[in-house]
């Protein structure tokens, strides 16, 4: 063999050593913390708490009605014919101010059952 080959084969042979190295420190480190009583990502999300509760899911579909309501509102304004224009109808105020009112109130409802919290229930 070439020394160029023989080169390659040990550094292959180290790297799995340090991959085999690295696998045991994570294994024992792993059952000293279940020794511990610490639990690890696993047990935390089984014993964990949900992020989601009841309160955050009412709060996110009260925000999708009221996205959807806004949206409805802007809808409309169709004319029979194309040569119509009706100035009235496509700059309402439905259309112009209370729409995107909504829309916008919908989506910081959204935003807030979102990042709301719930309230920690030990003491």
Do not use: H
Not at 3 to 21: F, Y
Request: hydrophobic share 45%; proline share 2%; no cysteine.
């Amino acid at each position: 063999m070439s020394a160029k080959k023989k080169t390659q084969k040990a550094a292959k042979s180290a790297d799995v050593l340090d991959d085999v190295a690295v696998e045991q420190t994570v294994t024992s480190t792993s059952a000293a913390t279940s020794k511990r009583g610490e639990g690890g990502l696993k047990e935390f999300s089984k014993t964990g708490p949900f992020a989601f509760n009841a309160k955050n899911y009412k709060l996110l579909f009260i925000g999708l009605a009221v996205n959807i309501l806004g949206f409805l509102l802007m809808i409309g304004g169709a004319a029979e014919n194309l040569n119509d224009f009706n100035k009235d109808e496509l700059f309402g105020t439905r259309r112009i101010t209370i729409a995107p009112m909504l829309i916008v109130l919908g989506y910081i409802i959204i935003m807030y059952s979102i990042m709301k919290k719930q309230k920690s229930t030990t003491k």
